[in-house]
């Protein structure tokens, strides 16, 4: 937290620096730093850091966005007013104590879609979204967030591909929210986030609200294992730095996927994650001898990526033992200093 605070200090006043210095600080933001305070749930702190890295690296896209943004403001408000208004009514009517508001999207985030996308500034369909925050009691929460979503997309369509369900499984920085995108009037996608006053301030500062509301053992759970995997990591640094770096982006600051065990047990992986990082994941003695995999009960081999919904059955041999490839299909820290360490031993056997 305070490095990322320093960090942040360091990004407001970069002006007076070198234009070298600019770029090696914003380089490093972007890498490491942004994704830093995603992960923590410190969503403000990323998106103003990703805006003034962008505002170095790339100067003539940030203005070219900036001014857009400024110039399209007062259109966009009077459709967020008439996207609003039918919506509030209902909400009032149903009996709901809520906040609804438009907020802008960031520039780094539309310039992200631009280059995506292909597409041009006037073609970004959600410039910016609607937040509705409904003031609920604990136990009611979930079932009062998809009333609000029934609400919505009674009144526009919803494109279903685009639900977003945190509520049912929170992310492991503790956010929580139902995210949806609807077709709004003119043929516009809007994206509408629906969250409760606690899930908001959760979403506002991040890991520091989630022990504030810390409820059960589960969620104490999520939190301790991410900051137990990072203590070995940072106890057991590779000899690379650069390597190093690269994994600890790849483990712990991307966003993660849910997959399952036989037993129905959720386990949470980084996107990109294999079959084989899911064994070690299970226990260094099952990575080390798997041969493949059984996902959603069809046979695949140890390099298959994961996706979010997954159940894995690990298939194992006794005569199984990691090879050098395998660091190939790994993304993930423990199985990458598992291999590595594995083969060192077999290297050592064999000079003696």
Same mark, same amino acid.
């Given at each position: 937290?305070?490095?990322?605070?320093?960090?942040?200090?360091?990004?407001?006043?970069?002006?007076?620096?070198?234009?070298?210095?600019?770029?090696?600080?914003?380089?490093?933001?972007?890498?490491?730093?942004?994704?830093?305070?995603?992960?923590?749930?410190?969503?403000?702190?990323?998106?103003?850091?990703?805006?003034?890295?962008?505002?170095?690296?790339?100067?003539?896209?940030?203005?070219?966005?900036?001014?857009?943004?400024?110039?399209?403001?007062?259109?966009?408000?009077?459709?967020?007013?008439?996207?609003?208004?039918?919506?509030?009514?209902?909400?009032?009517?149903?009996?709901?104590?809520?906040?609804?508001?438009?907020?802008?999207?960031?520039?780094?985030?539309?310039?992200?879609?631009?280059?995506?996308?292909?597409?041009?500034?006037?073609?970004?369909?959600?410039?910016?979204?609607?937040?509705?925050?409904?003031?609920?009691?604990?136990?009611?929460?979930?079932?009062?967030?998809?009333? !609000?979503?029934?609400?919505?997309?009674?009144?526009?369509?919803?494109?279903?591909?685009?639900?977003?369900?945190?509520?049912?499984?929170?992310?492991?920085?503790?956010?929580?929210?139902?995210?949806?995108? !609807?077709?709004?009037?003119?043929?516009?996608?809007?994206?509408?986030?629906?969250?409760?006053?606690?899930?908001?301030?959760?979403?506002?500062?991040?890991?520091?609200? +989630?022990?504030?509301?810390?409820?059960?053992?589960?969620?104490?759970?999520?939190?301790?294992?991410?900051?137990?995997?990072?203590?070995?990591?940072?106890?057991?640094?590779?000899?690379?730095?650069?390597?190093?770096?690269?994994?600890?982006?790849?483990?712990?600051?991307?966003?993660?996927?849910?997959?399952?065990?036989?037993?129905?047990?959720?386990?949470?992986?980084?996107?990109?994650?294999?079959?084989?990082?899911?064994?070690?994941? !299970?226990?260094?003695?099952?990575?080390?001898?798997?041969?493949?995999?059984? !996902?959603?009960?069809?046979?695949?081999?140890?390099?298959?990526?994961?996706?979010?919904?997954?159940?894995?059955?690990?298939?194992?041999?006794?005569?199984?033992?990691?090879?050098?490839?395998?660091?190939?299909?790994?993304?993930?820290?423990?199985?990458?200093?598992?291999?590595?360490?594995?083969?060192?031993?077999?290297?050592?056997? +064999?000079?003696?």
């Amino acid at each position: 937290m305070i490095k990322l605070a320093d960090r942040l200090h360091n990004m407001r006043t970069l002006e007076s620096m070198k234009r070298e210095k600019q770029l090696k600080i914003s380089s490093e933001t972007i890498f490491v730093y942004a994704p830093l305070a995603h992960r923590m749930g410190l969503y403000n702190i990323k998106t103003e850091l990703e805006d003034l890295a962008m505002k170095y690296m790339e100067p003539d896209t940030y203005k070219y966005i900036a001014q857009k943004l400024s110039d399209t403001k007062r259109e966009r408000t009077k459709y967020i007013n008439d996207f609003i208004r039918p919506l509030k009514d209902k909400l009032e009517k149903a009996g709901f104590d809520f906040e609804i508001y438009g907020r802008p999207k960031s520039i780094h985030s539309i310039w992200n879609k631009m280059k995506k996308k292909g597409v041009s500034f006037e073609e970004v369909y959600d410039l910016f979204a609607i937040r509705i925050l409904v003031n609920s009691s604990l136990e009611k929460e979930k079932e009062e967030c998809w009333k !609000v979503y029934s609400i919505i997309t009674d009144e526009y369509n919803p494109s279903p591909e685009r639900l977003r369900d945190w509520l049912s499984n929170p992310k492991s920085n503790g956010y929580e929210a139902l995210h949806t995108t !609807v077709m709004g009037p003119h043929g516009k996608w809007v994206e509408v986030q629906i969250r409760t006053k606690r899930m908001n301030e959760i979403a506002e500062k991040g890991l520091a609200a +989630h022990w504030k509301y810390k409820e059960g053992k589960e969620d104490e759970s999520r939190f301790d294992k991410w900051f137990h995997q990072i203590r070995e990591a940072l106890n057991k640094p590779d000899d690379n730095s650069i390597d190093f770096l690269q994994d600890f982006k790849t483990s712990f600051l991307a966003e993660e996927i849910y997959v399952y065990t036989p037993k129905g047990e959720v386990k949470m992986l980084p996107i990109g994650a294999s079959a084989l990082d899911f064994a070690f994941g !299970v226990h260094t003695a099952v990575g080390s001898r798997c041969i493949g995999a059984k !996902v959603n009960h069809k046979l695949v081999p140890i390099s298959h990526k994961l996706r979010s919904g997954d159940q894995i059955e690990i298939i194992t041999s006794a005569k199984q033992k990691p090879n050098i490839e395998w660091l190939n299909f790994v993304v993930t820290s423990k199985a990458k200093s598992k291999i590595k360490d594995t083969l060192k031993e077999e290297k050592k056997s +064999h000079c003696r």
